[in-house]
């Protein structure tokens, strides 16, 4: 069983093409004893995107990597027997220099970040970006925050868009549009989320946010489609084009990308930015294509931070 790159969206095997021409980075996949997890970490390796380093149950990886097809010694496997061990292993792994990124395996979201948080933070916050490719609309979509952040703050808001803004404008996307989204498009203080996307709006304008048109309060749909914004009277240079959608809060988020994948036919690769190395968080359930492609997203923003 292999991933077929034609099966991978276009504008996605761009990313997965432009990550193939920098040297593969050593990567801890944590928790790595579940098929998918395997092969996605291995195509990502044949790719040379990544040189994966298996932390787990050896027990049960072993025969995992059999039944895929690849020689049980062809990547280093590290013992760990619980979800928190392996955690803190892939931790202590970047920490001495032997792992330049971390992907999730099999386990927990707040099991593997746990360790990060505590260990592997800088001066910007952590927050995660989904890369949507819908067979619907004419560009990539970034969705933030799905994954880490639960009930920010404006403050805490305009940390992750930047972390957004600054992911697309790596990947391609010279200025990207942004729509603040929340219920509906206007104002209403019993909507804190309606405030908090005026504010950004602002912010931008007054260079608090950089390198960004950010409009909000809007919708879903005065976001995605211009012409759902003209029958409401809506005039913005976001609705119809918009590049990064920034979710009110982590509940909204994550039902917006998972409604995407699972009714619109996106794929999506999911990653980490702010610690001190790219995080590949694909949820449990996404197959290899979509490990795949953040894994080169990975790749990319180390080469990036590293001066590649």
């Given at each position: 069983?292999?991933?077929n790159?034609?099966?991978?969206?276009?504008?996605?095997?761009?990313?997965?093409?432009?990550?193939?021409?920098?040297?593969?980075?050593?990567?801890?996949?944590?928790?790595a004893?579940?098929?998918?997890?395997?092969?996605?970490?291995?195509?990502?390796?044949?790719?040379?995107?990544?040189?994966?380093?298996?932390i787990?149950?050896r027990?049960n990886?072993?025969?995992?990597?059999?039944?895929?097809?690849?020689?049980?010694d062809?990547?280093?496997?590290i013992?760990a027997g619980?979800?928190?061990?392996?955690?803190?292993?892939?931790?202590?792994?970047?920490?001495?220099?032997?792992?330049?990124?971390?992907m999730?395996?099999?386990?927990?979201?707040?099991?593997l970040?746990?360790?990060?948080?505590?260990?592997?933070?800088?001066?910007?916050?952590?927050?995660?970006?989904?890369?949507v490719?819908?067979p619907?609309?004419?560009?990539?979509l970034?969705?933030?925050?799905?994954?880490?952040?639960?009930?920010?703050?404006?403050?805490?808001?305009?940390?992750?868009?930047?972390?957004?803004?600054?992911?697309?404008?790596l990947?391609?996307?010279?200025?990207?549009k942004?729509?603040?989204?929340?219920?509906?498009e206007?104002?209403?203080?019993?909507?804190?989320?309606?405030?908090?996307?005026?504010?950004?709006?602002?912010?931008?304008?007054?260079?608090?946010?950089?390198?960004?048109?950010?409009?909000?309060?809007?919708?879903?749909?005065?976001?995605i489609?211009?012409?759902?914004?003209q029958?409401?009277?809506?005039?913005?240079?976001?609705?119809?084009?918009?590049?990064?959608?920034?979710?009110?809060?982590?509940?909204?988020?994550?039902i917006?990308?998972?409604?995407?994948?699972?009714?619109?036919?996106?794929t999506i690769?999911?990653?980490?930015?702010?610690?001190?190395?790219?995080?590949?968080?694909?949820?449990?359930?996404?197959?290899?294509?979509?490990?795949?492609?953040?894994?080169?997203?990975?790749?990319?923003v180390?080469?990036?931070?590293?001066?590649?």
């Amino acid at each position: 069983m292999t991933i077929n790159l034609n099966d991978v969206p276009r504008r996605m095997r761009q990313i997965v093409d432009t990550a193939g021409d920098l040297p593969p980075i050593p990567m801890a996949v944590v928790d790595a004893g579940e098929q998918y997890v395997l092969l996605g970490a291995h195509e990502a390796a044949q790719s040379g995107l990544i040189n994966p380093i298996l932390i787990g149950q050896r027990n049960n990886i072993g025969p995992l990597l059999k039944d895929l097809g690849i020689p049980p010694d062809a990547y280093p496997i590290i013992e760990a027997g619980s979800d928190q061990a392996a955690a803190e292993t892939g931790v202590q792994q970047v920490l001495e220099g032997k792992a330049l990124g971390l992907m999730k395996g099999w386990i927990h979201t707040d099991i593997l970040m746990h360790p990060v948080l505590a260990h592997l933070r800088t001066g910007r916050r952590v927050s995660h970006v989904f890369v949507v490719e819908l067979p619907s609309y004419h560009k990539l979509l970034f969705v933030t925050d799905a994954a880490i952040n639960i009930a920010p703050d404006l403050l805490a808001k305009a940390e992750i868009l930047q972390n957004a803004v600054d992911l697309a404008r790596l990947l391609g996307v010279g200025l990207p549009k942004v729509a603040a989204l929340s219920a509906i498009e206007v104002v209403k203080p019993a909507i804190a989320s309606t405030i908090d996307a005026a504010c950004l709006s602002k912010m931008a304008e007054r260079k608090q946010i950089h390198h960004a048109v950010v409009d909000g309060p809007l919708a879903f749909d005065n976001a995605i489609s211009r012409d759902a914004a003209q029958v409401k009277g809506i005039e913005s240079p976001v609705a119809g084009d918009v590049d990064i959608l920034l979710a009110p809060d982590l509940n909204a988020g994550n039902i917006l990308a998972k409604d995407l994948e699972y009714l619109a036919g996106a794929t999506i690769a999911g990653i980490v930015v702010g610690a001190r190395v790219p995080i590949v968080l694909p949820s449990r359930s996404d197959p290899p294509a979509a490990r795949l492609v953040s894994a080169a997203i990975a790749a990319i923003v180390h080469a990036h931070w590293n001066g590649g």
